[in-house]
């Protein structure tokens, strides 16, 4: 598809195109239609590598609660592959708050693809949270133990009960 193509030559420049884009993307990669699906998907993976993740993600972010369960779900693995490559001061930088919440929602998704995207990426702010805190501590020479409920509180004051819940759920089975 000349969508990946261009993606790759273009990267951050194609952000203002990326709008148009990005919905046709997402809807021909949830299709039936293998060839159709494959090249969409390509293009899409070519997205999430080739552009940076935080211009990205304000993209997705609007795609996260569509109506379309199948574009949810290419959402999810595609917010995934972005926080992926954010890092530790990235995930800080866009907002642990907003990213926590995009996992949330999609941990309850009628789609198993969308509930292990949304499983990933909650291990990933896990892992983040963890390092920023430890790292923040350490700058601070305070007490260098690790407080466990640091992230049952987090999650408890940005997320619903039931999101909260499921988020703990997903993220203390690993530890």
């Not at 193509?5 to 293998?34: C, E, P, V």
């Not at 291990?123 to 305070?142: P, T």
Request: with cysteine; proline share 3%; glycine share 2%.
């Amino acid at each position: 598809m000349a969508s990946s193509d261009l993606i790759k030559a273009y990267q951050d420049q194609m952000l203002d195109f990326i709008d148009l884009m990005l919905l046709q993307l997402l809807l021909k990669a949830s299709q039936d239609k293998r060839f159709v699906c494959e090249a969409a998907e390509k293009a899409l993976i070519m997205t999430t590598t080739c552009i940076s993740p935080n211009l990205l993600l304000q993209k997705l972010e609007l795609y996260v609660k569509h109506k379309n369960p199948r574009i949810r779900a290419k959402v999810s693995m595609c917010i995934c592959r972005s926080v992926h490559r954010l890092g530790v001061e990235g995930i800080k930088e866009y907002g642990l708050d907003a990213l926590i919440q995009m996992a949330a929602t999609q941990l309850s998704d009628h789609l198993p693809e969308a509930r292990e995207a949304a499983r990933k990426l909650s291990l990933e702010l896990r892992a983040a949270y963890d390092k920023y805190v430890s790292n923040h501590q350490m700058e601070e020479m305070s007490n260098p133990t690790y407080n466990s409920d640091a992230w049952e509180q987090f999650c408890c004051m940005k997320l619903s009960p039931g999101n909260a819940q499921a988020v703990l759920r997903v993220t203390s089975a690993v530890i």
